[in-house]
């Protein structure tokens, strides 16, 4: 069962766009949408995240991974912790 989602405005949302990196050769891009955002690797197809709360990301049907953003002193989004069954996988954003 999925977590309810709550809103964000889109400006908000939008704080999350870019490009971010597992290695040099992984990397994925965000794009906000009204509620949530699209997370595409390479070419893969798209998938869409909806928030759960402030900076913490849920995609419909998979109940045991999050994506998790993290923030430095100013509160700029540096990256993000694809948590999957409690394991952290680690990605970077890009400038």
Known sequence: MDPPAISLS???LCEYDGSYELTKEI???VTCTDQGF???RGDRPATFYQPEVA???FAAGQP???RIFQRDEKGAIQG???RREGHDIRWKKLK
């Open 38 to 40: 699209n997370f595409q």
């Open 27 to 29: 990397r994925g891009t």
């Open 80 to 82: 993000f912790v694809d």
């Open 10 to 12: 889109r400006k908000v």
């Open 64 to 66: 045991r991974t999050r």
């Open 55 to 57: 900076d913490v990301f």
